[in-house]
């Protein structure tokens, strides 16, 4: 299976920049998707395809990278945005990152 | 408006068998999959399988074969999972997720249920 690293946790301001990685143990293309999941919901899509905002979603959110190493953006972050964020590649059979927890100061 | 509503939390005994399903709607439900996920306490998400609305054909996470038999019923537009043979390995929330293929190759999922709740405990 394709292992998927995220940071644990992260802690910053609101109206600060934050990014969130995601590293792939093997190349998976841009075949990666990003989750927001808040304590007791469900997850919720914001990125498709590495790079591609899901409709609904805030510009503040955006994602990049390929091959084995992505990247999800939020700028500015608001206080609503106190979640889990979740990265997840289907270039094999999807697996999903083990999540970064992000807190606002 | 898509939705996926998901019965009820299930407290069964180990060795038991449980049934969730994942009602839908706002959509054409022969036309997409559905997808099954499971996500432990503090734990990440795990892929178990998908089944097309249209015709029932399924795939499995190799993990999960076994362990739980996807199927649909298209005349209420519902998606069902068996889990068998439950033990306190299987005590997990499971989302059902409408699953859509990108450029026919990615596999990601763009609706979530609300999660069920399985509690395996004598």
């Known amino acids: 299976d394709t292992v998927l690293t995220q940071s644990p946790a992260l802690a910053v301001s609101p109206g600060e920049r934050v990014t969130i990685s995601c590293r792939a143990s093997e190349s998976v293309n841009t075949g990666v998707y990003w989750y927001q999941q808040k304590p007791g919901q469900q997850p919720k899509l914001l990125i498709f395809?590495?790079?591609n905002l899901e409709s609904g979603v805030p510009a503040r959110f955006s994602g990049s990278g390929s091959g084995t190493d992505f990247t999800l953006t939020i700028d500015p972050v608001e206080a609503d945005d106190t979640a889990t964020y979740f990265c997840q590649q289907s270039w094999t059979d999807p697996t999903f990152g083990r999540g970064t927890k992000l807190e606002l100061k | 408006e898509v939705q996926l509503q998901q019965s009820g939390a299930e407290l069964v005994k180990p060795g038991a068998s449980v049934k969730l399903s994942c009602k839908t709607s706002g959509y054409t439900f022969t036309n997409y999959y559905m997808s099954w996920l499971k996500q432990m306490p503090g734990q990440n998400i795990e892929w178990i399988g998908n089944i097309y609305g249209g015709n029932g054909g399924t795939g499995y996470n190799q993990k999960f074969k076994g362990k739980a038999t996807l199927t649909v019923d298209k005349s209420s537009s519902t998606a069902y999972m068996d889990l068998s043979s439950l033990t306190s390995e299987d005590s997990a929330v499971y989302f059902c997720a409408r699953g859509r293929l990108q450029w026919n190759v990615y596999w990601y999922f763009d609706f979530w249920g609300p999660g069920t709740m399985v509690t395996v405990s004598s």
């Open positions: 395809g590495a790079s």
